[in-house]
């Protein structure tokens, strides 16, 4: 079965966990991970399972806006290196032509801020549900500690679970871990 993970990321964290959450869905799919700009603009039928990611910018999915102090904030730091230049999940979601209803699940990250809402991936879903895609599982967030980041300890092990379950949840010939 083929799954298509398609991430955006300026400052890196959500490229990390999507390469996870790739290396965790591959022990049971076909993968192929895209970040959003290279991304194509038709989801066919052959594909069984698309998996969207991104940053929670301002409660949700990142606006031109946002991504322009994000990358401000890139610009101000040399050993930083913008992953997403062009445009967003929000742009793509709105763009994109899926075909054939297939699977679907999204996840963000963000920080972990007592009484801070909003999260992109819950954002995202509700966009892959109108464009006609089941959601498998809930939308599931991964913890950075502050913008930009770092990950949080073991994000990037709990993603590669997460993906490797979604996985699982697809193809349930195997007992669900
Ligand atoms: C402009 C901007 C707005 C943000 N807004 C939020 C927010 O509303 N909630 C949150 O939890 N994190 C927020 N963050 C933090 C990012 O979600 C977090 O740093 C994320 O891991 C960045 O992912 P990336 O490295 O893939 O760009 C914001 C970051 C930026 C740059």
Known sequence: MRALLVYESMFGNTQQVAEAVGA???????????EVGQA????????DLLVVG???HAFGLSRPATRKSAADQVAEEPE??????????????????????????????????RFLPGSAARAAQRRLRRLGCRL???AESFWA????GP??????????QWGARLAA?????????
């Open 80 to 113: 930083r290196v913008l992953v997403s230049t062009g445009p967003g999940i929000r742009e793509w979601l709105e763009t994109v032509a899926v075909e054939g209803a297939p699977a679907a699940a999204a996840f963000d990250t963000r920080v972990r801020v």
């Open 54 to 56: 991104g940053p929670t």
């Open 24 to 34: 965790g869905l591959a022990e049971q799919l076909d993968v192929t991970v895209y």
């Open 136 to 138: 498998l599982v809930p």
């Open 40 to 47: 194509p603009t038709t989801v066919g039928g052959g594909i």
């Open 145 to 148: 500690a502050g913008a930009p």
């Open 151 to 160: 990950l949080r300890p073991g994000e990037l092990e709990r993603a590669r």
């Open 169 to 177: 949840v697809l193809t349930p010939r195997r007992p669900v871990p």
